[in-house]
């Protein structure tokens, strides 16, 4: 491994944080607030750590496949922690592990929060934090390959590395250009949303500030209601329908932006994604209905906001649903789990991944029927290979072992159950607010120091699809030095 | 991008880290220190001099109970000198005025207070009001008790006041450390990652070259010079390998 290399490739994914800090520090200062120094300060330590590789190592051709997890993992981390410096030297309730907290949630856009006043915060920190969703919600590394495209070989490496296999999946092209697809169609779809938002009635900052959070499917608002705060079924109804689709393949949607909007509605993995979404909406309406009898347009409204929200692991919130009913909240529990599609920017153990572990489960059930049958699993229409069945399920056993784990730990230092457990799948799903005292309407601020540590590493396991993550911190990864 | 500069680069960046951190340090902390003196100056001392007036209401109460008593001459004397007190502390409160809302609590005081001395100043002993303890209870007593809540109110006013600034200090002093951390910390950061690119771009290409010159000086030379930086040590070790090709074809000559 070659740490020049890694270093220059960290450098410049720190560069781009900068590049986000300095368009801050102008909305700061155009608006006259004290986030001014803090961001400038923030975007010198970005801006001079990143160029310092830079003046040493020359353009690297090629990376190997260490090089590039390990370029990728450390580029994460590296951006969150430059990410906390300008949230701690701002101060207020920004403890380093505050700080630290709101970093992370942003960067894995996963958008929990330790803020009980957001509207208190600087404009230009509203905006850093919106950003940081907007960086990490494509991915850092995939931000610096639409950025730099004369990466050559190395580009193809920090893709393999950045986005998973089934994320690849339904982008069938050279690596430039699956990268030239995944940018166009996250600039496209921010600046749609954002000019929707705004001709419904957004000021443009936070039209801005709430596109980058939808796209990302992040779910930092610059309110403290979240989205109740513009009371507005028109903004729900835009959202929504941007949460929808950043909760699909990016790849699926380009091509059916392109024309090929069979391809959209062809794959099964879109069919169930937008099914169980259609199902959540209908029993949580159902279920507030029986409630509250408060009519069904009421329930239908906030019920299909919540479920899009979660299910697409947004988080923005109209209403508390840590008041909702059982049923209800196990629906967003599941829904937390489970969230989006692969190959858009959702956490969580994708829909994918479900579509192969049920399909999984029916070619057990019919294997002990007919025990000398070859059963593939089928996944749009194709076979499922061997080696993809068996991540995905080591995958899904390993993400409920970790929430399983963390649940414990929280629980340990305090936290109650219910909070702990729906805490800890919203964090590692990149969902955002969980239930109980962290749900909605709440905050995460409240957590003891340990907790929120547990939790930032839940977020960083989760947007990393845990395997990267723990690969790096095995010591085998640094020992071997050879292969490139 | 020659050497000097690029190792200047290294230092320029921890310089820029520290001086930028050292002079926000500094900032804040004149800050800190100019709003400790605003507590002094604007809360300190409007509590002290409402403590000192309640204490000259409390020994003016006293006076007026001792000329109730027929006592004139300590009586007298001492109204005389809490009167002097008062007046003294309310004309230092009303040039302290800092906090909204102070002023008309002052001029609120200074309008009861006068009620309260005209209650007294009139002639006590030897008229029917003295021993009138009836007297005392409803027309001095109850005047004596509202300058005195209002001074309180004062105090509190400036209390509350001291409590804000003091925890905005509190907050400005925790600020002040903190560029000074954040500056720490990138700095050691520079210095592993400066330390790490100088020992392999420069260090380890200097013993190459020194390893090269050895090799050549025993008359062995590698056919690629393998240096991973470009620049002045890349002409360096080129340099050294055509010299030592000049000298072998020299003396294949000779």
Redesign the interface.
């Given at each position: 491994m070659r740490?020049?290399a890694i270093?220059r490739y960290v450098g410049l994914a720190l560069l781009l944080s900068c590049a986000f800090m300095i368009l801050s520090c102008c909305i700061s200062y155009a608006g006259g607030d004290d986030g001014l120094?803090a961001l400038g300060?923030g975007a010198?330590?970005a801006g001079?750590?990143g160029?310092?590789?830079l003046?040493?190592?020359?353009p690297v051709r090629a990376l190997s496949a260490k090089e590039g997890l390990t370029v990728v993992v450390l580029s994460w981390l590296l951006s969150c922690l430059v990410g906390a410096?300008p949230y701690?030297?701002w101060?207020?309730p920004f403890s380093l592990t505050n700080a630290w907290f709101e970093s992370v949630s942003g960067y894995t856009t996963t958008g929990s929060s330790i803020l009980s006043h957001i509207e208190g915060l600087p404009r230009g920190l509203l905006f850093w934090r919106a950003a940081t969703h907007w960086i990490g919600g494509m991915g850092i590394v995939l931000f610096m390959l639409a950025v730099l495209p004369a990466m050559g070989m190395s580009g193809g490496v920090l893709l393999r590395s950045e986005a998973s296999a089934l994320a690849r999946e339904g982008l069938q092209a050279h690596s430039q250009q699956v990268v030239r697809i995944l940018w166009r169609v996250y600039v496209g779809l921010t600046l749609a949303q954002t000019g929707l938002l705004w001709i419904c009635g957004m000021s443009l900052f936070d039209a801005v500030t709430h596109s980058f959070a939808t796209i990302a499917t992040g779910g930092f608002s610059s309110w403290d209601r979240s989205i109740a705060h513009f009371d507005s079924p028109l903004i729900e109804a835009v959202i929504t329908v941007f949460m929808v689709l950043s909760g699909l393949h990016f790849g699926l949607l380009f091509a059916a932006a392109a024309g090929a909007v069979r391809d959209l509605w062809a794959s099964d993995v879109v069919r169930y994604y937008l099914a169980g979404l259609a199902v959540g909406v209908a029993i949580c309406t159902l279920s507030l209905q029986l409630r509250d009898g408060s009519g069904w347009w009421p329930c239908f409204r906030v019920a299909a906001f919540q479920v899009a929200s979660v299910g697409t692991s947004t988080g923005f919130a109209t209403a508390d649903t840590a008041a909702w009913p059982g049923a209800a909240q196990l629906v967003l529990l599941f829904m937390t789990l489970q969230c989006a599609c692969s190959g858009s920017t959702s956490g969580g153990i994708k829909a994918d991944r479900m579509v192969i572990f049920g399909g999984a489960f029916v070619r057990h059930v019919r294997q002990l029927m007919h025990p000398r049958g070859i059963l593939p699993v089928w996944r749009e229409g194709h076979p499922v290979g061997r080696e993809v069945l068996e991540e995905s399920l080591l995958y899904i056993a390993t993400y409920l072992g970790i929430a399983l784990v963390a649940t414990l730990a929280l629980s340990a230092l305090g936290v109650d159950l219910l909070s702990a457990f729906s805490g800890t799948v919203a964090t590692m799903g990149n969902v955002g607010p969980g239930l109980g005292s962290v749900g909605s309407a709440a905050n995460f601020g409240h957590l003891p120091a340990a907790a929120k540590w547990v939790l930032t590493a839940t977020m960083l396991l989760g947007r990393l699809e845990i395997f990267a993550l723990i690969l790096l911190l095995t010591p085998g990864h640094w020992r071997d030095t050879a292969g490139y | 991008m020659p050497l000097r500069l690029r190792i200047h680069s290294g230092f320029l960046v921890l310089a820029v880290l520290l001086l930028v951190a050292g002079v926000w340090t500094t900032w804040e902390m004149r800050s800190v220190g100019s709003s400790v003196q605003g507590i002094l100056d604007e809360n300190y001392r409007s509590i002290h001099a409402a403590t000192m007036m309640v204490g000259a209401l409390e020994r003016e109460d006293s006076g007026v109970l001792l000329l109730l008593l027929g006592q004139w001459t300590e009586g007298r004397a001492t109204l005389a000198a809490a009167d002097s007190v008062f007046n003294e502390y309310l004309s230092f409160a009303e040039r302290n005025v800092t906090v909204a809302g102070e002023a008309e609590l002052l001029e609120s005081i200074r309008e009861q207070y006068t009620e309260y001395r005209s209650r007294w100043e009139r002639p006590i002993v030897d008229t029917p009001r003295q021993g009138d303890i009836d007297w005392y209870s409803s027309e001095v007593h109850g005047a004596f008790e509202e300058v005195r809540a209002s001074v309180t109110a004062l105090a509190e006013l400036n209390q509350q006041s001291l409590y804000r600034t003091a925890s905005s200090v509190e907050i400005r002093a925790s600020r002040a450390v903190r560029p000074g951390l954040v500056a720490i910390l990138a700095c050691l950061s520079v210095t592993v990652v400066f330390s790490f690119l100088l020992q392999h771009y420069v260090v380890t290409a200097i013993l190459r070259i020194r390893e090269m010159a050895r090799e050549a000086s025993c008359g062995r030379m590698p056919d690629e010079v393998l240096l991973e930086t470009r620049g002045e040590l890349y002409d360096l070790a080129n340099y050294v390998a055509v010299l030592y090709r000049a000298s072998l074809a020299a003396r294949k000559e000779a």
């Open positions: 740490p020049q270093l120094l300060y010198l330590v001079l750590i160029l310092l590789p003046v040493f190592v020359p410096v701690v030297l101060g207020g | -």
